[in-house]
């Protein structure tokens, strides 16, 4: 008889600084279809600029941004995701798992500020390292009590970068470094909060005299203006 055929889940992990692995979630359906968008950060030149057609042009800034929206569905009069217990009858208990990834959680390094964690979305070979930048649920298929059986979740997640991610060929996984070399999750990522600078954030760690070496690194043309939410790895000579 031929082997049985299983399916690799599609799993949402927390990533923590000096952690290879924080919160795992793994998916009750796998999406249909991932969407990645690409963008980068453009502004108009000066009205008094004109190209030869006499149009205006669009002068490039900063560096870009990828974009990753895929929606989930759950449902408990279906088979449960590993780990849940049969009992369960309120499909928001599966989902709080996955919106606990857009809720904010207190910055380590920096008094009174939240974030949203930073998140992986892994399904067999593609790998997507970003934070939760909106989600959107759905409940619908409600019981005889009043408590919703089924759900969808819209997610969308996004990177101050343009990443691709291209499978690791020894290991069949996606090969993602961060600016020092490292694996995502395995050295000191840290998320900018708003209105703050890669000084202030690098003297926050003990490594103020090496902002410039940080920000080389990580492709910052602006210390002073750091896009809110956005990945740093501090973790720089």
Do not use: C
């Not at 950060?41 to 990828?66: E, H, L, N, W, Y």
């Not at 208990?93 to 979305?121: M, N, S």
């Not at 600016?179 to 998320?191: C, D, E, H, I, M």
Request: charged share 20%; net charge neutral.
């Amino acid at each position: 008889m031929p082997d049985k055929v299983t399916f690799a889940k599609a799993e949402l992990i927390e990533l923590k600084p000096g952690e290879k692995d924080g919160v795992k979630v793994q998916v009750q359906f796998n999406p249909e279809t991932l969407k990645v968008s690409y963008a980068n950060q453009v502004v108009p030149p000066d009205s008094s600029a004109k190209d030869s057609r006499g149009t205006s042009s669009t002068q490039f800034v900063g560096k870009g941004s990828t974009k990753l929206s895929l929606q989930l569905w759950f449902d408990v009069t279906s088979q449960l995701p590993q780990g849940e217990s049969a009992k369960v009858d309120d499909v928001r208990l599966l989902t709080k798992k996955v919106v606990d990834f857009i809720t904010p959680k207190k910055d380590d390094h920096e008094a009174g500020k939240f974030l949203p964690p930073a998140t992986r979305f892994l399904w067999g070979t593609f790998q997507f390292d970003g934070i939760v930048e909106s989600l959107e649920e759905s409940l619908e298929f409600f019981s005889n009590e009043g408590k919703p059986l089924r759900a969808s979740i819209s997610l969308s997640m996004s990177q101050q970068a343009i990443q691709f991610a291209f499978p690791d060929k020894q290991q069949n996984m996606p090969l993602a470094m961060t600016p020092s070399g490292a694996q995502p999750g395995t050295q000191l990522l840290v998320q900018a909060a708003a209105g703050s600078t890669l000084q202030n954030m690098a003297a926050g760690i003990g490594k103020g005299d090496d902002w410039k070496a940080i920000a080389a690194a990580n492709n910052i043309e602006n210390p002073r203006m750091l896009q809110p939410g956005q990945l740093l790895d501090m973790n720089v000579r």
